[in-house]
């Protein structure tokens, strides 16, 4: 009876599995597992969205309200490093904040007059006034905050208690703490500004009575008695500094373009006198005659004392009729006496005194003089030799000729103003400049900046790829070889099993064995008695020795 073809039969993944050693079983679970864990990992990592500031610096009372809504929201967030500021997902940012402002998040620190809506019944007058002045110093600080240089701000106001019955009233004062941006500053004008928007919020408040400090508690504002003209130092020293400015700007401006910019150096030192003198003249003129003289005040006195007689005494005539002689009285207010013609001395007397004042010619004249007058300026210019560079790249460096170093002195003292009574000075001088060739580092390549953020931007996806392809190649690779070894064996041990159920059950005809060949003495060696042995085994039982094959190709021990 023919043999029966033996059919292949693939065996499945669990019959593979099972096939493989402990060591293999173990290699090949764990490789599967690390490679999907860091597959999972790299994919959470690379959607991972990136978080962005929603609010910063919040106070306490604001950012537990802000943190309270987004979990009601379902919105994740973060705190950064210190707890400085909120942080979400960039993609929700403005999200957020509209859906926050709409509930009134973040109220903000400080709040001005809606505190006088939350008036509760029942209220004293000092609760009333205690929240009036909150109120107005909150809007005082929102006002200052819109600033662009200020950070932050706070403002104490000292209102004092007004009174009828009080005849000389305090008057109101306020302090203003101000916190600055990095970087920024106020000027003059931002100060007086703020003084004044402060000044002009509160009735009958001086300017003089604001205050303002910096967070390091530098006093900004100018104190009272700068008004007077005292502690002015400051403002000198910056009218110096502008001053000096200007004319070395003006030096500049009229060489750089005879010899090209970064080639001239000017510096200039002005002198000025800030003292201030006041002087005052007084000067009379002496006196002139009656007639081109001023009368300040006149007095006229004229008394007569006579006999019983009251009719006029003396021989008629023309004599007695005569008009009386004209005063002679002096300047001085000395008096005379006037007798009338022909009066008779044993008929009476009579007496008339004038008192006549001028006024006295009188100049008062104050001269103030000004204060920072410029005595004396000194310039120093330095300019650089005339530099070409021919069509060869060949660098020749020139000085100038004494002509033009003598115009080019001419052009700054013009500029300047020059004035030999003065003392003023200029001096320019020529000579080649020093250039400085920028230090070269060699920074390797690894510590290069852009180097160094691409690593780090990179450094995440590399690693969680090399990591799999070592998993894949350490742990997953070589069990799966051995799985996949295993299928040919597998399938060939199957063929056999099948050839061996047929022999066993039908008992196929078998080609006879070849008889051992006997040596010359009849005697045969260890291995040809073994050899026999196992023909004689495999005649004799054929499904043992079946068996023990199966075992040998299922790598198993035999029983």
Do not use: C
């Not at 997902?89 to 957020?96: E, G, I, W």
């Not at 300017?207 to 002015?232: F, I, W």
């Not at 510096?267 to 009379?284: C, K, M, P, R, Y």
């Amino acid at each position: 009876m023919p043999a029966t073809a033996a059919i292949p039969v693939n065996p499945s993944i669990v019959q593979r599995f099972n096939g493989l050693d402990q060591g293999q079983r173990l290699r090949l679970v764990l490789g599967v597992v690390l490679f999907v864990a860091i597959a999972a990992v790299g994919l959470v990592m690379g959607r991972q969205a990136e978080w962005r500031v929603l609010y910063s610096n919040l106070p306490d009372k604001d950012g537990g309200a802000v943190i309270a809504q987004l979990g009601t929201m379902n919105i994740p967030y973060k705190y950064s490093d210190g707890g400085g500021a909120i942080l979400v997902p960039a993609d929700r940012v403005h999200d957020a904040r509209l859906k926050l402002a709409s509930l009134g998040l973040p109220k903000g620190a400080v709040a001005g007059f809606e505190m006088m809506e939350s008036n509760r019944f029942g209220m004293t007058q000092f609760q009333e006034r205690l929240t009036f002045q909150r109120g107005l110093e909150g809007e005082l600080t929102r006002s200052i905050q819109s600033i662009a240089s200020v950070a932050n701000a706070r403002v104490h106001l000292a209102l004092p208690n007004q009174n009828g019955f009080f005849r000389d009233q305090q008057k109101p004062s306020a302090s203003v703490l101000l916190s600055l941006h990095p970087g920024h500053s106020l000027d003059k004008t931002q100060l007086a500004g703020i003084v004044h928007l402060v000044a002009a919020s509160v009735p009958e408040m001086d300017a003089s009575a604001v205050s303002v400090l910096d967070d390091t508690g530098k006093l900004l504002s100018k104190p009272p008695e700068s008004a007077n003209g005292m502690n002015v130092d400051a403002e000198q020293l910056q009218y110096v500094q502008q001053l000096e400015q200007l004319y070395s700007r003006r030096i500049l401006d009229i060489l750089e373009p005879l010899v090209g910019p970064q080639n001239v150096k000017a510096q200039v030192t002005a002198e000025l006198d800030f003292s201030q003198t006041e002087s005052t003249t007084e000067s009379h003129k002496p006196n002139l005659t009656p007639e081109n003289s001023a009368v300040r005040s006149q007095q006229t006195v004229e008394s007569i004392n006579g006999g019983s007689s009251s009719g006029p005494t003396g021989v008629p005539g023309a004599t007695s009729n005569q008009p009386p002689a004209a005063s002679a009285a002096p300047i001085n207010g000395q008096t005379q006496p006037l007798t009338a013609a022909g009066q008779s001395a044993a008929g009476g007397s009579s007496k008339k005194e004038s008192i006549v004042n001028y006024e006295v010619d009188k100049t008062v004249q104050v001269v103030k003089g000004a204060t920072g007058v410029l005595k004396r300026i000194n310039a120093a210019v330095v300019i650089n030799n005339i530099v070409k560079t021919d069509d060869k790249g060949k660098v020749t460096s020139t000085p100038l000729t004494d002509a033009q170093i003598e115009k080019m002195t001419a052009l700054v003292r013009e500029a300047v103003g020059f004035k030999q009574d003065r003392g003023d000075s200029v001096n320019l001088m020529n000579a080649p400049f020093v250039v400085e060739k920028p230090e070269q580092l060699d920074i390797p390549i690894w510590r290069q900046p852009e180097v160094t953020s691409l690593a780090q931007s990179l450094a995440w996806p590399l690693g969680t790829l090399a990591l799999a392809t070592l998993v894949l190649l350490g742990f997953v690779k070589p069990a799966m070889k051995a799985l996949t070894e295993s299928r040919p064996r597998a399938a060939h041990a199957q063929g056999h099993e099948n050839q061996l159920d047929a022999l066993e059950s039908e008992q196929p005809e078998r080609p006879q064995l070849v008889a051992p060949s006997a040596h010359a003495d009849g005697v045969m060696t260890p291995s040809e008695l073994r050899m026999e042995e196992a023909r004689k085994l495999t005649r004799d039982n054929p499904a043992a020795v079946a068996n023990i094959v199966k075992s040998w190709i299922n790598g198993e021990a035999p029983a």
